[in-house]
């Protein structure tokens, strides 16, 4: 059923309570939890923490147990709330001696195509 919703929403990332408002009550905030922490561990959805604290979920791409490959942009618009996967590269910068990077988590706010005020020129 998690995976469903996930799936039908392939295009942008959820929340737990996202999550949980779809299935409408059909599987406790406890068992989703843990559905998805055992998504997260087998390579199947990533997490993207914004700057508020809020965790949303997003189907992996070439990601295996244990092993994320999803060093990429996140967008969150501003307006709508939609979080989403942009296809381009995390900045990434050189780290001093001694420190060893295993994930980048990028999220970049502002308004999405759909929700963009006009541009004045």
Do not use: W
């Amino acid at each position: 059923m998690v995976m469903d919703v996930m799936q039908s929403e392939s295009s942008s990332a959820l929340s737990h309570s996202d999550i949980e408002q779809r299935l409408g009550g059909k599987i406790d905030r406890v068992t989703i939890y843990r559905i998805l922490q055992g998504f997260c561990d087998d390579g199947i959805i990533h997490k993207i923490p914004d700057e508020n604290g809020k965790t949303y979920y997003a189907l992996c791409h070439d990601c295996s147990e244990g092993h994320h490959h999803d060093s990429h942009l996140h967008f969150r618009c501003v307006s709508c709330d939609t979080v989403s996967c942009v296809d381009a590269p995390a900045p990434i910068s050189h780290l001093p001696a001694g420190y060893s990077m295993s994930g980048v988590s990028c999220l970049v706010s502002g308004y999405c195509p759909n929700c963009s005020p006009d541009v004045v020129e």
